[in-house]
């Protein structure tokens, strides 16, 4: 079984430029998480996509957007970029493990760096 | 906001030593997640705690959880260098995962 896949694996801009990282899920997930893990910090939420739609959104500036497709795949799209946006962007896709519990498998991330 | 709290920050133990590190969470909860990650990898999955009083094992590793003490801990026995990596213990609270600040294992032969 193919695991969580992102694309690409390095992406280099210069402030105010936009960025487009993609993420697919495990076949059959249909939950998609966004997270950015900036150096030497933990994961901080950014995003949850379930059935194409926005299920909550964490504590970051509109200029952080995103999308689910039709096949489950996902965009995270961030405008105007700033310095302090340079991370590892971590996409996840769960699986039902139990009555309303989900785990989360991790792809292997997206680097941004922002010039 | 719901906060999770890890310590050790940062912990460097003898191979075949014993250790605890400790992630304490500010919300009822009775979902605990363990994850390993390895520098420049992403996050492997290690251990799901779903009820109180919930211990799980694998190889060197023990997960156990407290959700009266919202406190979960990650015991490592005759600890090795191929455990060295960054631990994050993660909180779900059915809306959203919050992770832990992470705890930087290194394993000193």
């Known amino acids: 079984e193919a695991g969580v896949t992102q694309s690409p694996t390095h992406l280099i801009k210069t402030r105010g430029q936009q960025a487009t990282l993609r993420c697919s899920p495990i076949s059959g997930h249909t939950s998609v998480y966004w997270y950015q893990q900036a150096l030497g910090l933990g994961l901080q939420f950014l995003l949850w996509y379930d059935e194409g739609e926005e299920r909550n959104r964490g504590n970051f500036p509109p200029r952080f957007s995103g999308r689910q497709f039709p096949n489950y795949s996902s965009e995270l799209n961030v405008n105007a970029l700033e310095l302090e946006d340079s991370a590892l962007y971590l996409c996840?896709?769960?699986?039902?493990?139990?009555?309303?519990?989900?785990?989360?498998?991790f792809g292997p991330g997206t680097r941004l760096t922002v010039t | 906001e719901l906060k999770v709290e890890q310590n050790p920050l940062f912990l460097s133990m003898q191979e075949g030593k014993n250790y605890t590190i400790y992630c304490n969470y500010s919300t009822t909860s009775d979902r605990l997640y363990w994850y390993r990650q390895d520098p420049g990898k992403s996050l492997e999955s290690l251990f799901v705690l779903l009820s109180n009083g919930a211990v799980k094992q694998e190889g060197r590793l023990m997960a156990s959880l407290d959700t009266k003490a919202r406190l979960s801990t990650l015991h490592i026995t005759a600890a090795v260098h191929d455990l060295s990596a960054t631990y994050f213990c993660?909180?779900?609270?059915?809306?959203?995962?919050?992770f832990g600040t992470g705890t930087s294992l290194t394993v000193i032969p």
């Open positions: 993660a909180v779900d609270t059915g809306n959203q995962f919050y």
């Open positions: 996840a896709s769960s699986s039902e493990i139990g009555k309303g519990v989900y785990e989360q498998y």
